[in-house]
């Protein structure tokens, strides 16, 4: 029997163009695998291009794709579109079809981040390799060249891309991050390509051209001494007259890992040129990229899935030394380098940017918590001993010399956290959560004398100390292929300090310590910030408490004093009293943490506490946060702003606008209120003369019409906050008010009494007028009391 005949190239690109209108995506999942398995590569080279931009949407984001960073685990596509895009499914199984073949896909240049655009526009040759070799000048009447790539390239090109190209199409995240389709692709590709144990699964079709495929090694002829100062004609030379690249099988062997990490390490956190960082080093200036929560998140995965490659290196392998590894397997070798030599100094610039920049919110703890994770690569080791789960394990001496190759991650993003504390609002629950997680991990025992004996060896006195590392070296957060250009590993710890530092903060740097007073003094002031904010914490609670013992059954009858302003609930659950108890335990732990970590004695922590407490109560309650008068009232200064964030002062702030307009609570009738509202406007719009007329009066109905038709409370109230000097006409105009009888509490009230009068045999109107007399005799009472305070 005839096998069936297969529809041409273009014809095949045209029907699933209209499936993609018509057809749903598990249907069209379905059909791409059989026409996978069945088409031959030169059919499926026509479709790769656009069915690779059809999953992952376009870069220029007028495409959303399938929407995979939306798509979670309750969609009915979910499991289909996982199993079609896994690292060993169908779309993997096209990639390595087509790899076997010389095709080339196309990219522009414009859609490369930003430093490595910049690099090609000017001429100057890229410092990552994984685009040497690649790029093509464009046709006459083009501007823009374009970057060639083979298909596992172009395929993790779009996959990285996908995180941080903004669509038009994508819609609000309804759920979680980390349970989108898009992140736990990201993850299972890490596992695959970068294994904790064994090796990388071979490709099931053999490659003829590896040569094409492998990245390409540095030629000794090119000088790479110093960051971006390569010669545009080098660039030329490199583009037109491309070398052959050695098919080394070592290095065929492990492209592939190779190729992913670099490609999620550039799309996702080479943003930031390393020479403009160290020119401004200022958080004012403003990047051009701003990364998003989402991302941030992924760039943990990223950052918490190499630490567990890295530490699944084998034991023989750990010792630096050349003769320790010299028949370890490329994997193996890579595992030793991929964290100093891939991602350090992109990670550290994008950390820098985001501590800089990222709003002062609760937000910010993705940041904080991929910045945890990079420092403590221990927390991710495959054998854990029991005293890992203890909150307070040692730091053993062998991680000492991962802290001093980052020892800026350490310590100049500490410092940055330090300022950032100092400037948010440490009573928020999640605040104090973040200042919690820092001073826990820094107070981990060994942790910080590691530190401080790094900072130690950076102050030495220099010996000879070149501008920049040459790249042969192990410089830290250095891309390229290390299988290239296997030089000897610097052994002087001292050097590597330096250099490190030097690399990435420039040679005229001006390093602050760490433990170095200036340091100290602002740790210090964040000490007092925390009991400041530990002692509010603790005063809301109290006072949520005793308000809460407070509505009791006399005060919810309408017993109790009447203060509109007390009706008010927390608009945020951190205000609640669990919550509040829960905030002054992590500050409290904070403090504890922090004196460990900086060597503050108990005497010290119980002035500093004492201080703290004295001018939380002599200042707090009696003077106003800093203010300038105004044309419309009180102003806040930069201080008083401050004063409030931190908790050290505060207005008492009090509803001053008209009662009668107050959102209706929970405990009154809306229907109710209403009804009323409309029956005092039309009693006030008739009567307001007359009770005008009746409340000028100087005698006693005067003063007992004012006790009941305007608002006594209004002309005492203080001006505790700022507020305009409008005059509100609702303060002064006698009128009526009904609101009181739109209370659940209030009919309860008269239902009780009703309820009395009638087992008491008294009729209905003998009842209401009873009520009335009292209602009067009480305004009588209230008003005599009132004239006789007045006379003493």
């Not at 374009?146 to 994508?170: D, G, V």
Request: glycine residues 4%.
């Amino acid at each position: 029997m005839a096998a069936p005949t297969l529809p041409q190239p273009g014809l095949l690109l045209v029907t699933l163009k209209a499936d993609a209108a018509n057809k749903p995506l598990v249907q069209r999942c379905q059909e791409l695998v059989k026409i996978i398995e069945d088409y031959p590569a030169k059919e499926l080279h026509s479709i790769y291009s656009w069915l690779v931009e059809s999953v992952f949407g376009s870069l220029d984001g007028l495409l959303g794709g399938w929407n995979l960073r939306l798509l979670h685990s309750r969609c009915s596509e979910y499991n289909v579109v996982l199993d079609f895009l896994k690292p060993s499914g169908a779309m993997m199984k096209l990639v390595y079809k087509l790899q076997a073949e010389e095709y080339k896909f196309q990219i522009p240049v414009d859609y490369l981040p930003g430093p490595v655009k910049a690099c090609i526009q000017q001429g100057v040759l890229p410092d990552c390799p994984l685009f040497h070799n690649k790029l093509q000048f464009p046709m006459s009447g083009q501007l823009t060249p374009n970057l060639a790539l083979n298909p596992f390239e172009f395929f993790m090109f779009h996959l990285a891309s996908c995180l941080i190209t903004p669509k038009n199409s994508l819609q609000k995240q309804q759920g979680s991050s980390t349970d989108s389709a898009y992140f736990v692709l990201v993850e299972s590709y890490l596992k695959y390509f970068l294994p904790s144990e064994g090796n990388v699964p071979p490709s099931p079709y053999s490659d003829s051209r590896g040569s094409v495929t492998a990245p390409s090694p540095r030629t000794s002829g090119v000088s790479f001494a110093g960051y971006g100062v390569h010669s545009p004609s080098l660039l030329k030379q490199h583009i037109f007259h491309q070398p052959l690249v050695n098919a080394d099988p070592v290095a065929q062997e492990i492209w592939r890992t190779e190729t992913l990490l670099q490609m999620f390490v550039e799309v996702w956190l080479h943003h930031y040129s390393l020479d403009v960082y160290q020119k401004l080093q200022s958080p004012q200036v403003k990047e051009p990229f701003s990364p998003s929560e989402e991302h941030v998140l992924v760039v943990r995965l990223l950052v918490k899935h190499l630490h567990a490659f890295s530490n699944s290196l084998k034991p023989e392998q750990l010792s630096p030394s050349p003769h320790s590894h010299a028949h370890a397997s490329p994997l193996e070798e890579f595992k030793r380098v991929v964290v100093q030599r891939f991602v350090q100094q992109k990670l550290y610039l994008f950390l820098q940017h985001c501590f800089g920049h990222w709003p002062l919110d609760a937000s910010f703890r993705a940041v904080l918590e991929t910045w945890l994770s990079f420092i403590q690569p221990w927390r991710y080791t495959a054998t854990k001993s029991s005293t890992d789960a203890e909150p307070n394990r040692t730091v053993t001496d062998k991680w000492e010399s991962f802290v001093h190759e980052n020892l800026l991650m350490y310590t100049k993003l500490f410092q940055g956290f330090l300022n950032r504390a100092a400037r948010t609002d440490l009573v928020n629950g999640k605040n104090a959560l973040m200042v919690f997680r820092v001073a826990k991990v820094f107070s981990q025992p060994n942790l910080a004398d590691m530190i401080q004996k790094g900072e130690q060896m950076f102050l030495e006195p220099e010996t000879v100390l070149h501008h920049r590392q040459p790249r042969g070296y192990l410089t830290p957060g250095q891309g390229g292929s290390f299988l290239s250009s296997r030089q000897r590993v610097v052994t002087d710890t001292v050097f590597r300090v330096k250099s490190q530092v030097y690399a990435l903060e420039g040679q005229d740097c001006q390093y602050s310590q760490m433990f170095g007073t200036e340091t100290r003094a602002a740790v210090v002031r964040l000490i007092q910030t925390l009991a400041h904010a530990r002692q509010t914490a603790k005063k809301i609670s109290d006072h949520s408490n005793e308000s809460a013992a407070n509505t009791s059954l006399l005060s919810w009858l309408g017993l109790g004093p009447a203060d509109p302003n007390s009706t008010f609930c927390p608009s945020e659950p951190e205000e609640s009293s669990e919550c509040l108890k829960k905030t002054h335990e992590l500050l409290d732990r904070a403090l504890k943490n922090l004196c460990l970590v900086f060597k503050v004695t108990e005497a010290q922590l119980a002035q500093l506490t004492a201080c703290a407490e004295s001018s939380h109560d002599d200042e707090n309650h009696k003077q106003l946060p800093d203010c300038v008068s105004g044309e419309d009232g009180l102003v806040l200064t930069d201080l008083g702003r401050s004063q409030i964030i931190n908790g050290l002062r505060r207005f008492n702030i009090r509803y001053r606008g008209d009662p009668e307009l107050q959102p209706i609570r929970s405990y009154e009738s809306a229907v109710l209120v209403r009804l009323l509202y409309r029956i005092s406007c039309l009693l006030n719009q008739k009567f307001g003369d007359h009770m005008t007329t009746l409340c000028s009066r100087s005698d006693f109905l005067g003063r007992l019409s004012r006790h009941y038709l305007t608002d006594s409370a209004s002309g005492r109230r203080l001006k505790l906050s700022p507020a305009t000097r409008q005059k509100s006409d609702w303060c002064r105009r006698p009128r009526v008010s009904l609101r009181v009888l739109g209370s659940y509490r209030t009919l309860l009230l008269l239902l009780l009494f009703y309820l009395i009068a009638a087992v008491m045999s008294l009729g209905l109107a003998s009842s209401t007028l009873l009520a009335l007399s009292a209602g009067l005799l009480y305004g009588v009472v209230m008003t005599l009391l009132d004239d006789k305070l007045k006379t003493l």
